[in-house]
């Protein structure tokens, strides 16, 4: 979603905004723009801060300013409805990620009592009543700000400033992140902590309902109602290099090149490998209440929720755990029949997500005890699920999920055997599933080496308006995430489906311009995946198999064929995403696409 900055210091505050929303761009790239203190009005463009930082120049001298990058919800991309906005009297400026919910009112009410707007944001209402209240209030702004945001509903991180006191940066959340950067005699709040990397790594995070006010002497954190917070600051523990693109050409190539290490650092000190045992200290402390639970329901969203699936065929068989999944805009909503042997489990790569995390808090209210798999740290579901297990991915910056989702997976084989080998499963199977997950990084890296080859298949058949993904049982999933990375970086139409459906419907559409990836290991369903492609060739389609290294048969059954290396079922869905995300990335690098900005998303779903 919308992406903000702010800075409070000595320094000159426009270079630093800019570069800072140069990180945070992926959060939003619709229109940026910027206010530094002691300038007239705010420079914004629409598109990328590319085009904020030409306006800009050199003409911007204040040493505290806020920046916003764009995902529109209310209101098209338009300078107009870029931020930071403002008041009639110009001297309110406020950047907002977020939606106020109840800005229809408010509009309607300022509008009566003479205020006008300049866009059609949602946002905007905002500064005006502000405005109104400061009138009331005897110009008070930090009392106005607090008395404002009681009014709103919705959600907002949100970052002010007043023109009549530069230097002061108030800061205020309720359902969006905000981060608060602690420099020395400089401080900078943030949507993420990415951009704060380049000048710190010491942070506080806000909770939801608290507000703050900066300047370069300090910082201090209260409730709206202005009861002081205390809050110990925390350390970032990702590098500056994790968010620079370190020579590739796009993030998400760069990002799919380091899953080797991905791997290692998901299972790193987490494995027994000669007892057949997963130690994760995140769940210490709930062990014996997760020996247990008889339910666990797995929430999530996009790629992260067909991590999930993959986690529940590995729970349920390994485990003996009955899993559902659900996505988070669905079960936030429905009747959750949850009792107390049942847990929640969210995975979320930005832990931030807004309807993963809506269901969490949902269930909690329920009172049943919330988990998550989360690779952002002290992030929010972090923060509020009751236990959990990081990625430690380190940051995803690719728009698409590459890394985080195969790390995602990787955590969901410790957790099943965490879980498995509380209930039966036997010290042997615990070990064979440990020692073949420390093979698992060579074995991506095979893959990887083999690229090129990947490339060449990619433009083959990138020129194709549809695409079909089929597997089954535990690659099932792993075809609907696959055809969403070709959707989502090449804006190709792709459907993902357990290959025993396709004859229930999907046969229909297949003719020879409607090429299929069949993900067909050497596992127990392999057969019935030879079946499928061969109903597919029977009908004229292509078909590229991802398939078992040293499998010649399969030559028989498909046009062309990408070899994995061997692993155990229940693991090679981390093996054939690879190809898959490879794949999409080449047909969009090939169709001209910024893989990177895919049109119409943003990382980090914030808003519903
Ligand atoms: C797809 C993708 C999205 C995310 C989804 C959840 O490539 O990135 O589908 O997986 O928005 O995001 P997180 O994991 O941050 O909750």
Redesign the pocket.
Known sequence: MCGIFAYTGDRRAAGILIDGLRVLEYRGYDSAGIYTAGSPLAVRAVGTVRNVAEKVGGRLIGTSGIAHTRWATHGGPSEKNAHPHTDCSKKIWMVHNGIIENYKELRTRLALHGHVFASETDSEVLVHLIEEHMRALGNDFEQAVRTSLKEVTGTYGLAFMHADNPGVVMTARMGSPIVIGIGKGEYFVASDPTPILHHTKDVVYLNDGEFAVISKEGYSISTLDNALIERIPSTIEWDIDDVKKGGFEHFMLKETIEEPEVILNAIRGRLVVDEGLARLGGLREVADQLADIKRLVIV?????YYAGVVGKYMLEEYAGIPAEVEVGSELRYRKMLFDKETAVLAI???GE?AD?LAAIKEAQRKGVMTLGIVNAVGSTIARETDAGVYNHAGPEMG???TK?FLSQLCVLALLTLFLGRQRGMSAVMGKRIAEEMLLLPGKVEVILNAREKIRAIAHKYGHARDFLYIGRKYNAPIAYEGA??LK?VSYIHAEGYGAGEMKHGPLAMIDEAFPTLAIAPKDSVYEKMISNMEEIRARKGRVIALATEGDMNIKEHADDVIYMPKTLEMLSPVLSVVPLQLFAYYVAVMRGFNVDRPRNLAK??TVE
Not at 300 to 304: E, I
Request: hydrophobic letters at 30%.
């Open positions: 999530g969203c996009g790629s992260a979320s790569q930005s997500t993963t728009v698409a999920s985080a969403l990375k989502e980090s779903v």
